[in-house]
C-alpha cells in the first residue's frame, strides 16, 4: 500500500506521497483538487489500487507577532541646540 497525506497549511492543500522511487506533491486551493491531481499522477503510473489514503490534517502555524508600536526617544546629539 502507498500511503498518501493530505495536509492543509494556513489556505492551501498539499497532497504527497512517495512511489516509485520519487517523491510526489501535488498542492490545490481545495482538497478535492489537490487529491484528484495525485490520482491522475497514480492512474498513470497504474497504481490507483494500491493507494492508502490516510486521514486529513490541518497545521496551525502560529500567527507571526505584530511589531510593538513602541519607539524609543530619538537621542539629539547636536551641540548647537
Request: charged share 30%; hydrophobic share 25%.
Amino acid at each position: 500500500m502507498i500511503p498518501i497525506h493530505t495536509v492543509q497549511i494556513r489556505k492551501k492543500w498539499f497532497c504527497f506521497s512517495t512511489f516509485d522511487g520519487y517523491d510526489y506533491s501535488y498542492t490545490g486551493s481545495t482538497k478535492e483538487k489537490a487529491q484528484d491531481k495525485m490520482k491522475k499522477r497514480l492512474t498513470k503510473s497504474s497504481l490507483l489500487d494500491h493507494a492508502n489514503w490516510l486521514k486529513d490534517e490541518t497545521v496551525k502555524q502560529p500567527e507571526p507577532q505584530k511589531k510593538s508600536e513602541f519607539s524609543p526617544p530619538k537621542i539629539d546629539n547636536n551641540p548647537i541646540a
